[in-house]
């Protein structure tokens, strides 16, 4: 187990290494596990970089991302040029069904509404915006409304687990909803729990999954 400090340690140093989010302003606190990500970062992918980044590093039982996005007088839009990147940004991506999902953006902050059929198409919208000049943030409210049924989907699921390297199938318990799973047990890493649920989902006929996985210190 990581006391807080050298959790902290771990998680500004992986911060700094990384090159793919800029921590000058960046301001790292821990507590039981916890890591707390204030300051400000110059655009919104550099946020979801550090939360990203910070979820990876061994011993994070969760994160809490209160870091704040000033944009650069050059990189400001307005919520019609944002609007107009992000349809766009959608029509571009072969994986999202760009008919089926509405754009709203209110004050820099993007919104995605609609239905998709299965839960990568709903990531892939994710990913192909969230990237956009001038975003302050991100919310993704589309469904999923899956056309197949669940089925043998507990079976499917633990077998996924099994050929996954980095998960301890055997900690993961699955449990059937009516129109989902939940994920309960004890992981080793917040990775592994995030794995965990992207194979959950990825399990054809699912349309919610609550990950109640805890990661174990």
Do not use: C
């Not at 970089?49 to 704040?68: F, H, M, P, Q």
């Not at 469904?143 to 996924?160: F, N, Y």
Request: charged share 25%; hydrophobic share 45%; no cysteine.
């Amino acid at each position: 187990m990581k006391s807080d400090a050298q959790l902290l340690a771990d998680v500004r140093a992986e911060l700094e290494w990384n090159a793919s989010v800029n921590d000058r302003n960046i301001v790292v606190g821990v507590k039981d596990g916890i890591v707390t990500l204030a300051g400000s970062v110059d655009n919104y992918s550099n946020k979801w970089s550090a939360e990203r980044i910070t979820k990876n590093v061994a011993g994070v039982r969760a994160v809490a991302n209160d870091l704040e996005v000033t944009l650069d007088a050059t990189a400001k839009r307005s919520d019609g040029e944002i609007a107009a990147a992000a349809v766009q940004a959608l029509q571009s991506n072969v994986a999202v069904p760009a008919e089926h999902i509405k754009v709203v953006v209110h004050n820099g902050w993007i919104t995605l509404e609609g239905k998709v059929g299965k839960w990568y198409q709903k990531k892939a919208a994710e990913q192909a915006v969230r990237h956009l000049w001038g975003v302050l943030g991100f919310t993704n409210d589309i469904e999923i409304r899956p056309t197949a049924q669940l089925g043998d989907v507990k079976g499917r699921i633990r077998s996924s687990f099994k050929r996954h390297a980095d998960l301890d199938a055997d900690k993961v318990k699955v449990e059937l909803t009516d129109d989902g799973v939940i994920l309960t047990g004890e992981v080793s890493s917040w990775q592994e729990r995030e794995n965990a649920e992207v194979a959950a989902w990825s399990a054809q006929g699912v349309s919610r999954v609550q990950n109640m996985l805890s990661v174990r210190l």
